[in-house]
């Protein structure tokens, strides 16, 4: 099933929207988890969750385009952004073009 699942990434239609990312060796052992019993959701370890998230965000992130900019924290928004006039300010206000 995971060659199946790592051919998918490779067919012409979906290059640069997809990527395989092997997670199988970061599950740990039923018996180092938290509830041993169950059989799904990774046994409940939480060091499966973070290290099979984390894998996957590296993915995303080489999937990305354009890539990332480095920009200024402003807000909730990272964005190249300039400082506007005074006369413009009304309380907390950002002013960048799009």
Do not use: C
């Not at 998918?8 to 199988?24: C, D, I, L, W």
């Not at 995303?60 to 005074?86: A, D, Q, T, W």
């Amino acid at each position: 099933m995971r060659e199946a699942q790592a051919a998918v990434a490779q067919r012409s239609e979906f290059k640069g929207q997809v990527v395989f990312v092997p997670t199988h060796d970061f599950v740990r052992r039923a018996e180092d988890s938290p509830n041993p019993g169950h059989g799904h959701h990774e046994f409940g370890n939480a060091e499966t969750y973070f290290l099979v998230g984390n894998v996957l965000g590296q993915g995303m992130v080489r999937l990305l385009s354009p890539p990332i900019r480095e920009g200024e924290m402003s807000g909730y928004l990272i964005v190249p952004n300039e400082k506007v006039p005074e006369s413009y300010n009304a309380g907390f206000s950002m002013y960048v073009a799009a």
